[in-house]
């Protein structure tokens, strides 16, 4: 049997992991984003939005297979 359970419930309410993992990727994504903007690096990016959902999705697949463990 796996250690990690298969849903997240906060307040009775069940959450599947990917959407635990998603929400924790676009709030560390956003955290990324605001210390590049704050040094002023996301200037050298073509297209900044594009670069957010990506980090996003790298965010989302890191803290979904280490820590959730979807």
């Known amino acids: 049997m796996s250690e990690f359970p298969h849903e997240f419930f906060i307040a009775d309410v069940y959450m599947p992991p990917l959407l635990v993992a998603s ?4 709030l560390a994504t ?3 984003v ?3 903007e704050k ?3 996301a200037r050298y990016f073509f297209y900044p939005p594009l670069v ?4 996003a ?3 989302t ?3 979904g297979i ?3 463990k979807v």
Do not use: H, M
Request: glycine fraction near 12%; charged fraction near 10%; hydrophobic fraction near 60%.
């Open 34 to 36: 605001g210390q590049l």
């Open 66 to 68: 280490f820590i959730v």
């Open 52 to 55: 957010y959902v990506a980090l």
């Open 23 to 26: 929400v924790l990727g676009i």
């Open 61 to 63: 697949g890191v803290i």
């Open 30 to 32: 956003s955290v990324t």
């Open 39 to 41: 040094r002023r690096l």
């Open 57 to 59: 999705v790298i965010y």
